[in-house]
Nanobody, 120 residues
Framework: QVQLVESGGGLVQPGGSLRLSCAAS????????MGWYRQAPGKQRELVAR???????NVADSVKGRFTISRDNTKNTVSLQMNSLKPEDTAVYYC??????????????WGQGTQVTVSS
């Protein structure tokens, strides 16, 4: 099976920075699109940023210019660099990947989520 494990969340003051990382492991043949989503209390889960295997990115307007998504296909990792953080960025952040396993099965996988809290 395949799993995604996130790290890097925590408490940060407004204007601060955090870097989230997510590593995919297991019987991976190829990882297609990957993305970061977030869910704040009482709100729907929303797309923050996504990146294709060849590096094409799509970033939500609310974080554009502040967040940068990147990936390393050799390490099966995806990261989210978050700068100039705002209280509105407080949420549980989830990484997502559409992954083909060595059995040729393609499935959508989610990380366990990591809490990001922006507060003074």
């Amino acid at each position: 099976q395949v799993q995604l494990v996130e790290s890097g969340g925590g408490l940060v003051q407004p204007g601060g920075s955090l870097r989230l990382s997510c590593a995919a492991s297991g019987n991976i043949f190829r990882i297609y699109d990957m993305g970061w989503y977030r869910q704040a209390p009482g709100k729907q889960r929303e797309l923050v940023a996504r990146i294709s295997r060849i590096g094409i990115t799509n970033v939500a307007d609310s974080v554009k210019g502040r967040f940068t998504i990147s990936r390393d296909n050799t390490k099966n990792t995806v990261s989210l660099q978050m700068n100039s953080l705002k209280p509105e960025d407080t949420a549980v952040y989830y990484c997502n990947g559409y992954i083909q396993s060595t059995t040729n099965s393609r499935s959508d996988y989610w990380g366990q989520g990591t809490q990001v809290t922006v507060s003074s």
